[in-house]
């Protein structure tokens, strides 16, 4: 269990109503700083109702959202806002606006967010869209560019601010293998280079155990299994064991990861980082 | 079966109270997002470039549509009131009368509909695809209010252009019931001028005015409120849009009415 202090987001039981029907069943999870949560589950089981909650898109029927030691669900419009200025999200949709060109849609947390000129703006953007390798298609709009490329310009966006908590709705969802795997390295960069807390869902179990410190299974708006990827696979609920082993993975892929460093080295590099953005 | 007779009556009364309840929510709804559009409306960022941008949609893309009603009305009621005045002698009164219905009434219900049916379809076509492809919550996340950012501009922009529009229609209608009473219908040019003087008094375009501004507000309001909260994809955006114009007329309607008998002394 996390250490109360290294916890960056903490749901305690939480419970969602839509009309007479119940989505979440009292979710209750604890997400360490810099550490990368993926959420699993099959579909209608509430994982996008969870992370809507954990950047506030919905308030909660019961129960608490704890970040940073505030609740954000008790927060108004303006404190929320101030708030969200830490969080950035990658939509499972894209979200990209259609009134603005691809690089306007980058440079619009930049403009909104900050007071920076124009130029470090322009930078800014452009080196982020180097990144995801669409720098060439700037000028576009996002009616012109294809579906992954929309993707990978949802995920410059989300990553542009160094948000210290991202959370990725399906983001390797209707791209092919090669650029979910630039993806799921991308994740993994943004939590090496600036500590980022990550909050991931996702069907796709290659990813999963690619990225994941822990993995949260959501069924039927209750979480049946929580863990590290090791724990998870060993749990004795049928449901669990179905999912991943239909989902064909390599089970022990998880365990060839290299030298990948721990949440907790991470964190330390996450309160420096706020720390100099305080300073 | 006695089973099946007990839910009837609760059937019947659900019937009776689920339309009245669903009106008193769509007030609450509609109260809420107007409420919060001046909380968000007076504070800053002004976004004036948005604000801009929908005075240009909703106002300056309407004339010509507005114009032309505009011109079509007038005529028309300048030969309808020449045909029912004549039959008592009194067509010297043909463009007094024509004016004041112009301004009173034609004039800022007619622009209201004209602007529900192209600006309010518009803004609700495209509040709810921006909803249903999540742009609207991406707004939220950026920290960018969506009321302030969507809404304001919008509503703002209703309350400017209609009032203008309304007196586009006015003057333009006025000159077509001129041109046709005139050049058409052989009526004196001196007398239908100086009828429309003595007739009109400022209160009329008052009158006239302060319909325009609130079925400005109205229209707009109706119509983002649809769109901001549409649900259900390409379908549900079909039905936001539909109902975006349907209650913006009635509402349009139910509002002249009301504002009428307040505002005439009989």
């Known amino acids: 269990m996390l250490d109360a202090t290294d916890a960056h987001v903490v749901v305690e039981g939480l419970v969602k109503i839509y009309g007479d029907r119940t989505i979440l069943h009292g979710v209750d999870m604890t997400i360490g700083r810099a550490e990368t949560l993926v959420v699993i589950g099959g579909s209608g089981a509430g994982k996008s109702t969870l992370v809507r909650h954990l950047i506030a898109l919905e308030r909660p029927t019961r129960g608490r959202i704890v970040i940073d030691g505030t609740d954000i669900s008790s927060l108004n419009d303006v404190q929320l806002a101030k708030a969200r200025r830490r969080f950035g999200m990658v939509f499972q949709k894209y979200a990209l606006f259609d009134s603005m060109t691809v690089f306007d849609n980058v440079a619009f947390p930049l403009r909104e967010q900050t007071k920076l000129s124009e130029k470090d703006i322009r930078e800014k953007a452009m080196i982020k869209l180097k990144e995801l390798g669409v720098d060439h298609a700037a000028t576009l709009t996002p009616a012109q560019i294809s579906g992954g490329m929309a993707k990978r310009v949802g995920i410059a966006r989300a990553l542009v601010m160094e948000p210290e908590l991202l959370i990725y709705d399906e983001p390797t969802s209707g791209l092919d293998p090669v650029t979910s795997r630039t993806v799921d390295a991308l994740i993994e960069e943004m939590r090496e280079r600036f500590g980022v807390t990550s909050v991931v869902i996702t069907h796709d179990m290659v990813s999963a155990f690619d990225i994941a410190d822990r993995i949260a299974m959501l069924i039927k708006g209750r979480i049946v299994a929580q863990g590290s990827p090791a724990e998870v696979l060993a749990v004795d609920h049928t449901d669990v064991q179905a999912f991943i082993r239909s989902s064909g993975v390599d089970v022990k892929r998880f365990e060839n990861r290299g030298n990948r460093k721990t949440a907790a080295e991470l964190a330390e590099k996450a309160r420096a980082r706020k720390a100099d953005r305080a300073g | ?266």
């Open chain 2, 1 to 266: 079966m006695s089973g099946d007779e007990a839910p009837k009556p609760t059937g019947f009364i659900a019937s009776i109270v689920a339309p009245v309840k669903s009106v008193f929510e769509e007030i609450g709804i509609l109260a809420d997002l107007a409420f919060r559009a001046v909380f968000w409306g007076v504070r800053p960022p002004y976004r004036v470039p948005l604000v801009v941008a929908q005075l240009e949609f909703v106002g300056v893309q309407s004339v010509f549509l507005v114009g032309l009603v505009g011109l079509f009305t007038g005529m028309v009621f300048a030969v309808q009131t020449v045909y029912g005045f004549r039959r008592f002698g009194a067509e010297n009164m043909v463009g007094g009368v024509v004016a004041l219905t112009l301004s009173r009434e034609m004039a800022p219900v007619l622009t209201a509909i004209m602007v529900a049916a192209r600006a309010g379809s518009g803004m609700a076509a495209e509040l709810g695809n921006m909803r249903s492809s999540e742009q609207i919550d991406a707004l939220e996340t950026m920290a960018v209010n969506p009321v302030q950012y969507l809404v304001v501009p919008r509503i703002l922009a209703g309350l400017v252009m209609v009032p203008v529009l309304a007196l586009i229609f006015f003057l333009v209608g006025v000159g077509g019931s001129w041109a046709i009473g005139v050049w058409g219908l052989s009526l004196d040019p001196g007398i239908f001028a100086d009828r429309i003087k003595t007739m009109i008094v400022p209160s009329d375009i008052r009158q006239g005015l302060i319909k325009a501004l609130v079925f400005g507000f109205t229209v707009t309001l109706i119509s983002c409120r649809h769109g901001y909260f549409a649900s259900g994809g390409a379908v549900g955006v079909g039905q936001a849009t539909t109902r975006a114009v349907v209650w913006s007329v009635v509402a349009v309607f139910l509002l002249d009415y009301l504002i009428t008998s307040m505002l005439t002394e009989v």
